[in-house]
Nanobody, 113 residues
Framework: QVQLVESGGGLVQPGGSLGLSCVASGIIFGFYTMGWYRQAPGQRELIARITSGGSTNYADSVKGRFTISRDNAKNTVYLQMNSLKPEDTGVYVC????????WGQGTQVTVSS
């Protein structure tokens, strides 16, 4: 059974930082492109993605502020979020893509003073 379990969300003030983690089980993690999406009512937006080879890409809105990384030995993908803005608020969902696409349940991030 494939599971993607996110953690690290919470409430943070504008300008603050948060680090998210997503632990995968049931897949050969090193084969998969891993991504973080932000979900809002009616839409899901790609925030950052890292391939099996370590190549990354980011949404324009987070470039220079967010960093995605992975640790294949720990089956974990991370998202370090700095200089957070209120518009970064949302449910952050982990995604794994290879021959099949899997989704986590998400973790809430709220940026508010």
């Amino acid at each position: 059974q494939v599971q993607l379990v996110e953690s690290g969300g919470g409430l943070v003030q504008p300008g603050g930082s948060l680090g998210l983690s997503c632990v995968a089980s049931g897949i050969i993690f090193g084969f998969y492109t891993m991504g973080w999406y932000r979900q809002a009512p009616g839409q899901r937006e790609l925030i950052a993605r890292i391939t099996s080879g370590g190549s990354t890409n980011y949404a324009d809105s987070v470039k220079g502020r967010f960093t995605i990384s992975r640790d294949n030995a720990k089956n974990t993908v991370y998202l370090q979020m700095n200089s957070l803005k209120p518009e970064d608020t949302g449910v952050y969902v982990c995604n794994a893509q290879y021959s099949t696409v899997y989704w986590g349940q998400g973790t809430q991030v709220t940026v508010s003073s």
